[in-house]
């Protein structure tokens, strides 16, 4: 069945570092993919997305493409800030549509 | 602005006392769903609604019910809590059902507590 694999946190970094985020998908079909952000105590915020092979999702400077031959969506920054601190969830939507499959979230704290 | 409300944010109840949690949307979507999410863990689907269609997901105890009275109405009841439900609850919605490239809009969740 569908799935997504996530790298695993917690990840540390300092301000202004490059990040990057692991997310594999395994899916049959076309998927779409998603990175969903949980701040503390708060529901998931969509982050970005991508519905079609080689698309490139980007906001807030997050940037993640949709790459089919490596089937990964892999969420990077290239200057993280403090206030980036939160959850990154990597989640999958099949053709089927009826359920996001997501992944078990990484965990990013940024440090002054 | 459109959005997907939840109410309360936080919610304590005792064991084995019925508790309804509460999410409505603005967005006039088709389609509702509700996630368990336990803490440091993906969320969970517990089942969703298209339109007045409801879908459970398999492995959702039976103690949890859900009604959607309207378009933009959906509660969760949970019949009898047990420790173990204590979790964040979040509502989801997405314009259709089955479309891939739907995009699915949480609202900021509700975090239940059972003592």
């Known amino acids: 069945g569908d799935s997504v694999t996530q790298m695993e946190g917690p990840v540390t970094l300092s301000e202004e570092a490059f990040l990057t985020i692991n997310c594999t998908y395994t899916?049959?079909?076309?998927?779409?993919l998603f990175w969903y952000v949980q701040y503390p105590g708060e529901g998931l915020q969509l982050l970005l997305k991508?519905?079609?092979?080689?698309d490139k999702g980007s906001n807030k400077g997050f940037e993640a493409t949709y790459r089919k031959e490596t089937t990964s969506f892999h969420l990077e920054k290239g200057s993280v800030q403090v206030s980036d601190s939160a959850v990154y969830f990597c989640?999958?939507?099949?053709?089927?549509?009826?359920?996001?499959?997501f992944g078990t979230g990484t965990s990013l704290t940024v440090i002054p | 602005d459109a959005m997907v409300i939840q109410n309360p944010r936080y919610q304590v109840t005792q064991f084995g006392k019925p508790v309804t949690l509460s999410c409505s949307q603005t967005?006039?979507?088709?389609?509702m769903y509700w996630y368990q999410q336990k803490s440091s863990q993906a969320p969970k689907l517990l089942f969703h609604?298209?339109?007045?269609?409801?879908?459970n997901e398999a492995d959702t105890p039976d103690n949890f019910q859900s009604r959607r009275p309207n378009t933009s109405f959906c509660f969760l009841d949970i019949r009898s809590p047990g420790l173990g439900d204590a979790a964040m609850y979040l509502c989801?919605?997405?314009?259709?059902?089955?479309?891939?490239?739907?995009?699915?809009?949480f609202g900021p969740g509700t975090r239940l507590t059972v003592l």
């Open positions: 989801a919605t997405s314009k259709r059902l089955a479309t891939s490239t739907d995009t699915q809009y």
């Open positions: 899916a049959t079909g076309y998927p779409s």
């Open positions: 991508a519905t079609k092979a080689d």
């Open positions: 989640a999958l939507r099949g053709d089927t549509g009826n359920q996001f499959y």
């Open positions: 967005l006039n979507h088709n389609v």
């Open positions: 609604y298209y339109d007045k269609d409801f879908n």
